[in-house]
């Protein structure tokens, strides 16, 4: 959950009629936080919309199923994609996240020298145990806004996997919701087809 940051103007008192302002960062100004130590070795940060989200422990249902998945795709792909895994994706100069699986497109240097950003992504996955709420309201917005071509949330709990295509103008506009017993394949890799099941587990 965001932990509002609040500043105002050099000198300025904050009374009646003064309401707080948000401090904003850029991935800049993040990146110096963490190189001065401001986050703890174990604390899991990301930057959202130039706020700083401290994400809740991972439990072993999403954990594993993260780990499940990355298998999939690393034995399936064949070298047709890189899988990141819970790994930062800079989508502007005001948000970095770090998505549980990105297949991103091939490149030599795996992306060695920078992070790989909305236009290297085919597709993301995020899977979804307690943070199905914040995934929806908050991530999705940001991924369809940023171009990211296809989206697919996992939900753990209500056993279906949403799946979101074709951006524009900040919004997905194709939705599809499946449960058991469908399967879906990448828009960029339509002979993959993975089921439902095996994404749930």
């Not at 954990?63 to 989508?91: F, G, I, K, M």
Request: net charge neutral; charged share 30%.
């Amino acid at each position: 959950m965001a932990k509002a940051v609040v500043a105002g103007k050099p000198g300025e008192k904050q009374g009646r009629g003064k309401r707080p302002r948000r401090r904003l960062f850029n991935v800049d100004e993040y990146y110096r936080m963490a190189e001065a130590g401001i986050f703890g070795p174990d604390e899991r940060v990301e930057l959202i919309d130039g706020a700083i989200i401290e994400m809740a422990a991972m439990g072993s249902r999403h954990a594993t199923r993260v780990r499940r998945l990355t298998r999939w795709w690393v034995l399936h792909l064949n070298d047709r994609a890189v899988v990141s895994t819970q790994c930062p994706l800079r989508l502007s100069s005001m948000s970095e996240p770090e998505p549980d699986i990105a297949l991103l497109r091939p490149r030599a240097d795996e992306y060695a020298s920078t992070h790989p950003q909305a236009e290297d992504v085919l597709l993301l996955i995020e899977v979804a145990d307690t943070s199905l709420a914040f995934d929806r309201r908050t991530k999705l917005p940001i991924y369809a806004e940023e171009g990211i071509v296809e989206f697919w949330l996992v939900d753990l709990n209500g056993g279906r996997v949403d799946v979101y295509r074709r951006p524009e103008h900040g919004h997905y506009q194709d939705v599809d919701t499946l449960t058991r017993g469908a399967s879906v394949s990448p828009l960029a890799l339509p002979d993959l087809r993975i089921s439902v099941a095996e994404i749930l587990g």
